[in-house]
């Protein structure tokens, strides 16, 4: 028995006026309470408890001794009741990773939203394209675009996010679309320099038909935001996101190009560093993500027209 449960031990001693029946209510012999009373009085060199056979009262310290363990009590008690309350509730400071596009676009908004929803809740969003560790950041939840490693941390999937070969119409008016991927070897290239396979674009038909394909051009990037600008400028063809570019294809600034071929989807998980005890508000906000990521999520993405 620990000194808190000590202190709770005497003061129910004190209140019911019997070892034994503090001791029933602890789940313990009366011996055990007994001796761990003792215990006390010895560790502070005096007598808390006068004991007789009509029972059990306390001593003049022992009565200020009461009441200054009941305080503590208290202090306990309301504690417990605090980190329940946090708990239970979508409160406090999450802090949110992302990678840079997908933040902008998409996780800020739904975030927002998930705010509007939990007025008490403060979130700090970072975005970086760099790894990150989550543990050394302080970061309760970061978004991650690909299969997971086995690895100590938490994580939940969220749904898949597509992407898609486009082109401004007006290339694919000056240099004829491509029917097949060998076609795109005589195209240009806008090459997303971080996934996708750089500069190796692989295409899947019919689930049996795999081909990749080395790719070149006039423009790379580590920016999402800056390969869809140049395709939209008519620079070449371009491999993004779909959240990417449907607003695009919407607005006709950009056609999807061999739609008979798809890309690797990837998979969306949201990790966390705790996977034992997750806190409510981590829990709710994979919640809120995981309702936003069903079927064709990305049609419902408005953003800006040049990004």
């Known amino acids: 028995m620990d000194r808190v449960q000590g202190i709770s031990l005497f003061i129910r001693v004190v209140e019911t006026g019997s070892f034994s029946k503090a001791a029933e209510d602890f789940g313990i012999t009366q011996p055990t309470a007994t001796k761990f009373v003792a215990s006390m009085e010895k560790r502070l060199g005096t007598l808390l408890l006068h004991r007789s056979t009509r029972g059990v009262t306390p001593t003049e310290i022992g009565k200020i001794y009461y009441e200054k363990c009941k305080g503590i009590a208290r202090e306990i008690e309301e504690a417990d009741d605090l980190a329940s309350l946090m708990q239970s509730k979508v409160r406090g400071k999450l802090t949110v990773s992302s990678s840079v596009a997908f933040g902008r676009r998409v996780l800020m908004p739904s ?76 195209h240009q290239a806008l090459i997303y320099t971080t996934v996708q396979g750089d500069h190796r674009w692989s295409f899947t038909k019919e689930a049996d038909k795999n081909e990749t394909i080395e790719v070149k051009g006039p423009f790379t990037s580590n920016n999402l935001s800056s390969i869809l600008a140049a395709a939209r400028a008519g620079m070449g063809l371009a491999v993004v996101p779909w959240y990417m570019a449907h607003q695009s294809v919407k607005d006709k600034v950009l056609k999807p190009v061999m739609e008979d071929w798809s890309l690797p989807t990837q998979e969306m998980h949201a990790v966390f560093s705790s996977p034992k005890h997750l806190p409510t508000k981590v829990s709710q906000c994979i919640d809120w993500l995981q309702g936003q990521f069903k079927g064709e999520w990305w049609k419902g993405i408005e953003t800006g027209k040049s990004e």
Request: cysteine-free; proline content about 8%.
């Open 111 to 186: 975030i927002l939203k998930f705010m509007e929803h939990h007025p008490d809740l403060e979130v700090n969003l970072n975005m970086d394209d760099r790894y990150i560790n989550l543990v050394e950041q302080g970061v309760d939840l970061a978004i991650r675009m690909r299969r997971l490693p086995d690895s100590s941390l938490g994580s939940r999937f969220l749904g898949l996010n597509p992407w898609v070969l486009v082109a401004n119409p007006k290339y694919l008016k000056e240099h004829a679309a491509p029917k097949h991927p060998e076609d795109i070897r005589h």
